[in-house]
């Protein structure tokens, strides 16, 4: 939609040249916004990654680590081409609170099941996967799902009543 307005700006505008000078401008502009719409999907796909490379990735250094820090391990388990995970990460994991209640409690795991080694234990399919792990790799909640905020701060005081039980 923002490309057919801003082509038709460019068209008004344009409108005094010449009909092969018209005919040229046009051409550009529309390469150009062809080369704008690849650049915007490339940015938007990165910053959803970006989301999770700063988490760990490697299942037995996170429960080495939880274990060090006194933690538990919230796994969440993704894919690359994924628009519900795509979804969750920059909707919810891209909220400095939703991580930030996680790190309190959690060492944050993430697995793509398209590049990480994940064990049998967990199901690869049927994504996102949260799982909520103790120091051990003992399993005390799982799901699945995209969630907003507000829904996975509802799990995550799910997660918290059950670890109580």
């Known amino acids: 939609m923002l490309k057919r307005i801003l082509l038709i700006l460019l068209l008004v505008l344009t409108s005094n040249l010449s009909a092969s000078s018209h005919a040229s401008s046009v051409r550009a502009a529309e390469e150009a916004f062809d080369s704008l719409d690849c650049e915007f999907e490339n940015c938007a796909k990165e ?51 939703v991580i930030n209640r996680l790190k309190e409690e959690y060492v944050l795991l993430y697995l793509s099941r398209d590049h990480h080694n994940i064990p049998s234990k967990f199901e690869k399919y049927q994504v996102p996967r949260h799982y909520f792990l103790n120091s051990k790799g003992f399993i005390m909640y799982e799901t699945r799902g995209s969630r907003e905020v507000a829904g996975f701060n509802s799990l995550l005081d799910e997660v918290d009543l059950a670890k109580d039980d």
């Not at 959803?48 to 391990?73: C, F, G, I, P």
């Open 47 to 97: 910053s959803v990654s970006a989301v999770t490379d700063v988490w760990m990735h490697n299942y037995y250094k996170a429960l080495r680590e939880a274990k060090r820090q006194n933690k538990d391990v919230y796994l969440f388990i993704g894919a690359d081409e994924c628009r519900f995970c795509d979804r969750f990460k920059a909707i919810t994991l891209s909220q400095k609170s």
